[in-house]
């Protein structure tokens, strides 16, 4: 059996709600185009997933009006403590599927850096956003859920960074989930012009104990020639969600696009972070952490594609699966043919807490070209008898030996993550979900 994939929305319905939006009406023709298209396009295959009664579809509401914000300290709860109230300048939230805040200095405003919520930023930049826009990084008919994000997309943010423009400081997203019957169908669009730099973290965040609704997420990085950009991400949704999450990276010459991902949601995900390295010299380091417990299901795949000359890849994921949870890590070094010196390394590793839980990592090396390096390695694995033994004959209990056997495992990839804020935010994260 397959769960039921007709849409409930129709074209007048996606018409009257980028009216709604107060879009531009290159936006509106281009989510009624998207809908026609996603009945005929399949749907994602990961491997060694079967997702068929997996529901990506239907939902209780499209869109859910929330509260805004005057200010920071008008957050509450666990959103207020990820975010600096007295300090942060540049941020952008999103209450459920309202645009709710969104601050940006006075220096980096002159030097034409543009934040700003994804339905404005259609109307007052148009050029750039219809430029990019599912264009390089997610096409719209490349899979059933990504022509269904373009035609239903209802929150997001535009991040446009000129030449030359070097940002010190995080430009931090927060996106707040409290409303259970809210889908998030979000769209973050990264623009990095030559030679700019900037550091973007971006935090999803379910204060819910279950939703009722589907998240589908789509973010793309398009970094120029000799730009520099980090992404950092931590994403908590709450269980009950059935998630695709789609991050796409396009590199130019000379280039670095820097992931680093705490992958903590307590629902079903799909998750696919795919990095073109177009120009030659570009690199990319993802990394990416995550813990499954319950009986949750999740397939990550990391897929680094090395289209010019002399390019670098490294891929680093750890997880921890509790209970019955299950994870699939696919890991690609693609290679494609002409690029000659690059290199594509990887690395896998899964560690098991029950006889339930089960985990699989599996490498893949596709090389089209003979000069070039590549390696990987994989390993998945339950909690060492000994280890634990050793630990509970020192006085410590065995759910203290267990919590300090994961921070132990989760530790050579959090602490290599580029921004503080992410790895602070992600400790206390793997904190709460190891003692739950």
């Given at each position: 059996?397959?769960?039921?994939?007709?849409?409930?929305?129709?074209?007048?319905?996606?018409?009257?709600?980028?009216?709604?939006?107060?879009?531009?009406?290159w936006?509106?023709d281009?989510?009624?185009?998207?809908?026609?298209?996603?009945?005929?396009?399949?749907?994602?295959t990961?491997?060694?997933?079967?997702?068929?009664?997996?529901?990506?579809?239907?939902?209780?509401?499209?869109?859910?009006?929330?509260?805004?914000?005057?200010?920071?300290?008008?957050?509450?709860?666990?959103?207020k403590?990820?975010?600096?109230?007295?300090?942060?300048?540049n941020?952008?939230?999103?209450?459920n599927n309202?645009?709710?805040?969104?601050?940006?200095?006075?220096?980096?405003?002159?030097?034409?850096?543009?934040?700003?919520?994804?339905?404005?930023?259609?109307?007052?930049?148009?050029?750039?956003?219809?430029?990019?826009y599912?264009?390089?990084?997610?096409?719209?008919?490349?899979?059933k859920?990504?022509?269904?994000?373009?035609?239903?997309?209802?929150?997001?943010?535009?991040?446009?960074?000129?030449?030359?423009?070097?940002?010190?400081?995080?430009i931090?997203?927060?996106?707040?989930?409290?409303?259970?019957?809210?889908?998030?169908?979000?769209?973050?669009?990264?623009?990095?012009?030559?030679?700019?730099?900037?550091?973007?973290?971006?935090?999803?965040?379910?204060?819910?104990?279950?939703?009722?609704?589907?998240?589908?997420?789509?973010?793309?990085?398009?970094?120029?020639?000799n730009?520099?950009?980090?992404?950092?991400?931590?994403?908590?949704?709450?269980k009950?969600?059935?998630?695709?999450?789609?991050?796409?990276?396009?590199?130019?010459?000379?280039?670095?696009?820097?992931?680093?991902l705490?992958?903590?949601?307590?629902?079903?995900?799909?998750?696919?972070?795919?990095?073109?390295?177009?120009?030659?010299?570009?690199?990319?380091?993802?990394?990416?952490?995550?813990?499954?417990?319950?009986?949750?299901?999740?397939n990550?795949?990391?897929?680094?594609?090395?289209?010019?000359?002399?390019?670098?890849?490294?891929?680093?994921?750890?997880g921890?699966?509790?209970?019955?949870?299950?994870?699939?890590?696919?890991?690609?070094?693609?290679?494609?043919?002409h690029?000659?010196?690059s290199?594509a390394?990887?690395?896998?590793?899964?560690?098991?807490?029950?006889?339930?839980a089960?985990?699989?990592?599996?490498?893949?090396?596709?090389?089209?070209?003979?000069?070039?390096?590549?390696?990987?390695?994989?390993?998945?694995?339950?909690?060492?008898?000994?280890?634990?033994?050793?630990?509970?004959?020192?006085?410590?209990?065995?759910?203290?030996?267990?919590?300090?056997?994961?921070?132990?495992?989760?530790?050579?990839?959090?602490s290599?993550?580029?921004?503080?804020?992410?790895?602070?935010q992600?400790?206390?994260?793997?904190?709460?979900?190891?003692r739950?």
């Amino acid at each position: 059996m397959t769960v039921e994939t007709k849409i409930a929305m129709t074209a007048q319905d996606v018409r009257a709600y980028s009216k709604q939006m107060n879009e531009a009406d290159w936006m509106t023709d281009f989510r009624v185009e998207a809908l026609e298209k996603v009945e005929a396009l399949p749907m994602p295959t990961p491997d060694k997933t079967n997702i068929k009664k997996w529901n990506f579809t239907q939902f209780p509401t499209h869109s859910v009006e929330s509260t805004t914000y005057d200010s920071l300290k008008d957050l509450l709860g666990e959103a207020k403590g990820l975010v600096d109230a007295e300090k942060q300048e540049n941020i952008y939230v999103q209450h459920n599927n309202t645009p709710a805040y969104v601050s940006l200095s006075e220096e980096l405003t002159a030097r034409g850096v543009v934040l700003t919520d994804i339905f404005t930023a259609t109307r007052d930049y148009p050029e750039l956003v219809q430029q990019y826009y599912m264009t390089d990084g997610v096409a719209v008919n490349e899979n059933k859920l990504t022509a269904l994000h373009a035609a239903l997309m209802n929150g997001g943010v535009f991040l446009y960074v000129p030449r030359n423009v070097v940002i010190e400081e995080p430009i931090q997203v927060l996106y707040l989930h409290d409303d259970a019957d809210a889908s998030l169908f979000n769209h973050t669009l990264i623009v990095a012009e030559e030679s700019s730099h900037v550091t973007y973290v971006e935090n999803y965040l379910s204060t819910v104990e279950e939703a009722n609704g589907l998240a589908n997420i789509v973010t793309e990085v398009i970094a120029k020639d000799n730009a520099k950009v980090i992404f950092g991400a931590v994403d908590v949704l709450a269980k009950g969600f059935t998630a695709y999450v789609a991050r796409r990276g396009m590199a130019g010459r000379d280039t670095r696009i820097e992931w680093a991902l705490g992958l903590m949601n307590d629902s079903d995900t799909i998750a696919e972070n795919i990095t073109h390295l177009v120009g030659d010299n570009a690199s990319s380091d993802f990394k990416m952490v995550t813990i499954g417990r319950g009986d949750q299901k999740q397939n990550f795949t990391t897929d680094i594609v090395h289209h010019g000359k002399d390019t670098d890849a490294f891929i680093l994921k750890h997880g921890v699966m509790k209970d019955q949870a299950t994870a699939i890590f696919n890991g690609v070094g693609r290679i494609k043919k002409h690029a000659t010196r690059s290199n594509a390394v990887q690395e896998s590793r899964i560690l098991m807490f029950s006889d339930k839980a089960r985990g699989d990592a599996n490498p893949i090396l596709l090389i089209d070209e003979d000069e070039v390096t590549a390696g990987h390695a994989a390993s998945v694995g339950r909690v060492d008898p000994a280890q634990l033994y050793y630990l509970m004959s020192r006085g410590i209990s065995k759910e203290e030996a267990e919590r300090l056997i994961v921070h132990g495992f989760l530790e050579p990839v959090v602490s290599q993550l580029p921004v503080e804020g992410v790895k602070e935010q992600l400790t206390a994260v793997i904190e709460r979900k190891v003692r739950a």
